[in-house]
């Protein structure tokens, strides 16, 4: 193997591994959430507003920065794989002390919470399915990527992978989805 080519590979698994530790941390912090709160679900225990979404972050992880705008939590820009800018507009904006940024909206149905986690903040290469993923907290409990239709979590390999071609890896589309659920059906690893 060539030096770059070692690189990127550490660089990957960096990726993942920081992404990794922060679904599970955000996994427990829904558990005791709901524990804290005697509910059976997430709306049950009042998770039904953005002010609850930022009031549960606030609570169970150690928020370091709240913005009104994208800017100063996260990047400026952000790109898809392909190089082509993509948007962001939530409704809440965090940095957490490990350094990750996220951006937070509340929606009610099935896809309860969306979340773009850029786990290395503002720092490069601010791509997504590289440093920034979308993330979703259903109502059920899971965490889980988005499937191409309305379903509900947990999703099939085969809603991840058809999330995966026709979102994170279309050259020519402008989503944040189907990058995280690749990395949940490989395992943990960074195949594409």
């Not at 979703?136 to 071609?165: C, H, M, S, V, W």
Request: charged share 20%.
């Amino acid at each position: 193997m060539t030096v770059p080519s070692l690189m990127q590979n550490h660089q990957r698994k960096t990726y993942v591994t920081q992404l990794h530790k922060f679904y599970n941390e955000l996994s427990q912090a829904l558990v005791r959430y709901q524990t804290d709160k005697n509910a059976l679900s997430l709306s049950e225990a009042g998770l039904t507003s953005d002010g609850a979404v930022y009031n549960f972050f606030n609570t169970y992880f150690k928020v370091i920065n709240k913005c009104e705008t994208r800017t100063p939590c996260l990047a400026d820009t952000y790109k898809n794989m392909s190089g082509k800018e993509i948007g962001t507009t939530l409704n809440g904006y965090l940095t957490l002390a490990s350094g990750t940024s996220l951006a937070y909206r509340y929606h009610g149905g099935v896809r309860f919470i969306s979340l773009y986690v850029d786990i290395n903040g503002r720092k490069g290469p601010n791509i997504a399915g590289r440093d920034m993923f979308a993330i979703y907290i259903y109502k059920n409990g899971y965490i889980d990527d988005a499937p191409l239709d309305d379903g509900d979590a947990p999703l099939t390999a085969e809603q991840r992978e058809a999330a995966f071609e026709a979102k994170c890896n279309d050259k020519s589309a402008n989503n944040w989805f189907g990058c995280f659920g690749k990395i949940l059906n490989d395992n943990w690893e960074m195949t594409y």
